[in-house]
């Protein structure tokens, strides 16, 4: 299995700025692409941004200018940098990374999809 871990997560200020973190581990054979979702209360998932292997990137309208994902792939991490945060962004937010793990041998290789356990984002007014 593969698992993430995402870390950095807080309370902060209208105006302020936090940097998210997330790592994969297990039975990796190769990380595609991986992404930040959010939750607020009360509403349903959303995505924030997402990266590819390659280092393409997408963000949704509503952080475009104020977050920057980025990946490092020999450490099968991938970071959000929050700036300019405002009380909407509160919400809890999950890393997602696709890609393939290795099966019960080596010359298996399996398609997965896995999320973080999610890490509270705070911001007050």
């Known amino acids: 299995q593969v698992q993430l871990v995402e870390s950095g997560g807080g309370l902060v200020q209208a105006g302020g700025s936090l940097r998210l973190s997330c790592v994969a581990s297990g039975r990796i054979f190769r990380l595609n692409d991986m992404a930040w979702y959010r939750q607020p209360p009360g509403k349903q998932r959303e995505l924030v941004a997402s990266?590819?292997?390659?280092?393409?990137?997408n963000y949704a309208d509503s952080v475009k200018g104020r977050f920057t994902i980025s990946r490092n792939n020999a450490r099968n991490a991938v970071y959000l940098q929050m700036g300019s945060l405002k009380p909407e962004d509160t919400a809890v937010f999950y890393c997602?990374?696709?890609?393939?793990?290795?099966?019960?041998?080596?010359?298996?290789?399996?398609?997965?999809?896995?999320w973080g356990q999610g890490t509270q984002v705070t911001v007050s007014s």
């Open positions: 990266i590819t292997d390659g280092g393409i990137t």
């Open positions: 997602n990374a696709k890609g393939l793990r290795y099966g019960s041998s080596l010359s298996i290789r399996t398609p997965f999809d896995s």
